[in-house]
């Protein structure tokens, strides 16, 4: 933690008195920690920032059921990491594409590219090409992205990604496949918006 003069049984017992102050002193205190918690489970749609502060919204509203039987680091972390299960289920749910996921540039980008004939494309469209293959790349799962990448990216053959990973060779171009097909999936999925 950041703060090392922080008192965790005052902080607390000020809180339940409703001191404000008290309260940003908390959340100074372990925003790092959930920030942390924050970035390793963080789901696709939703900011960290937002998130955090889900978070911690959380945290003060049940903070009257805290008992102290465990450190308060961890029963905050089970809060975070729950949260961040939930969202991460519900984006499950509901896995579709919005464009109003992407930033402008990369929605105007997927409509003008769907527009575009490849004999005719300019260095831009390859650019933005480039940015929403990327896109796309960081929505697969570690695995997957870590086979397109030194795939297709790096040009790596399959039997250095087998060197590399320690994978089978099949199970390298079996996976592969399955990347890409997700990857069509999704560009599909965002054209069908794009033109919705």
């Not at 939930?86 to 590219?113: C, H, Q, T, V, Y």
């Not at 796309?136 to 297709?152: N, Y």
Request: with cysteine.
């Amino acid at each position: 933690m950041q703060h090392d003069n922080f008192d965790e049984e005052d902080s607390l017992h000020r809180i339940e008195q409703g001191d404000e102050v008290a309260a940003r002193e908390l959340l100074r205190h372990f925003h790092q920690f959930v920030l942390k918690l924050v970035r390793a489970h963080l789901p696709r749609r939703i900011s960290e920032e937002d998130l955090v502060q889900m978070i911690f919204i959380k945290v003060f509203h049940k903070l009257n059921q805290y008992t102290g039987r465990m450190p308060l680091e961890h029963w905050i972390s089970r809060i975070a990491v729950n949260t961040c299960l939930n969202a991460l289920k519900a984006e499950k749910i509901r896995p579709e594409w919005r464009l109003g996921d992407f930033s402008e540039e990369i929605a105007a980008g997927i409509e003008k590219l769907a527009a575009t004939e490849v004999d005719t494309a300019t260095t831009d469209d390859f650019d933005l090409a480039k940015k929403l293959v990327t896109e796309l790349i960081a929505q697969l799962s570690p695995e997957d992205r870590l086979v397109i990448t030194l795939l297709h990216l790096q040009e790596k053959s399959v039997e250095e990604i087998h060197a590399l990973t320690g994978w089978s060779r099949s199970a390298i171009k079996v996976r592969a496949f399955r990347a890409r097909a997700k990857m069509k999936k999704m560009l599909n999925e965002r054209e069908t918006l794009a033109f919705a």
